[in-house]
């Protein structure tokens, strides 16, 4: 079973500040995207990476994929309280059909 | 693009009774997933299908849970004899082709079992 881990948790931060949320496996995955999910609605993905080292920005958002496609992180400059959700790294590896999840990062901005 | 509909948004039900989700895809996607999630934690696959052939289930669905996809567009999820620990949100999501990795989620089922 790939198992996908996300720290922190949870995150609560001030409006303005910086922040950086990471997922990590022991499995490679030859894509990893990120979603984020808001109360009652479904998750909505953000970005897919697929080269290991590879960096896409999307605005205030940075994203990376490790260099062995094993983790990830998601960076978030001057947050603003629209960035407030779940956010959920997932991956899939080899020929899976389907994405493996992680647990997600549940931030909070606070105006 | 209308995205990806579920119906309903929300189920009670009492244990032990049978409850059926339904899921619209985007209208050209072939691929259709059914995902579980519960409080706290992120979706947790159930299964797949390709047009209308059920491809992959995970070891998670019981012999409770059956899923459908007639003819290659809806797809429906029943759960028989209901118990409370099947409580969750229903998510479907689907995706065009094979090389195309965006995966389009509805807004769920939440389902509540008494």
């Known amino acids: 079973t790939q198992l996908l881990e996300q720290s922190p948790q949870f995150l609560s931060i001030q409006e303005g500040e910086n922040l950086t949320v990471y997922c990590n496996s022991s499995s490679v995955f030859s894509s990893l995207q990120w979603y984020r999910q808001e109360p009652g609605e479904g998750p909505v993905l953000l970005v897919t990476v697929v080269t290991g080292g590879e960096v896409k920005k999307l605005k205030r958002l940075t994203f990376q994929f490790g260099d062995a496609r094993k983790d990830s992180s998601l960076h978030i400059t001057a947050a603003q309280p629209g960035d407030t959700g779940l956010y959920l790294c997932?991956?899939?590896?080899?020929?899976?059909?389907?994405?493996?999840f992680g647990s997600g990062t549940q931030l909070t901005v606070l105006p | 693009d209308t995205g990806v509909s579920q119906d309903p948004r929300h189920k009670i039900t009492k244990r032990g009774q049978n409850v059926t989700f339904r899921c619209d895809p985007i209208?050209?996607?072939?691929?259709l997933y059914w995902y579980r999630q519960t409080l706290g934690q992120g979706p947790e696959f159930l299964t797949y299908?390709?047009?209308?052939?059920?491809?992959?289930k995970s070891r998670l669905l019981s012999d409770r849970f059956s899923a459908e996809r007639p003819k290659g567009s809806f797809s429906t999820l029943e759960i028989q004899r209901t118990e409370q620990g099947d409580s969750a949100m229903y998510l479907c999501a689907s995706r065009l082709g094979a090389t195309n990795e965006k995966l389009f989620f509805g807004s769920g089922t939440q389902l509540s079992v008494l």
């Open positions: 997932a991956g899939r590896s080899g020929s899976a059909r389907q994405l493996t």
């Open positions: 209208s050209e996607h072939n691929r």
């Open positions: 299908f390709q047009n209308e052939a059920q491809l992959e």
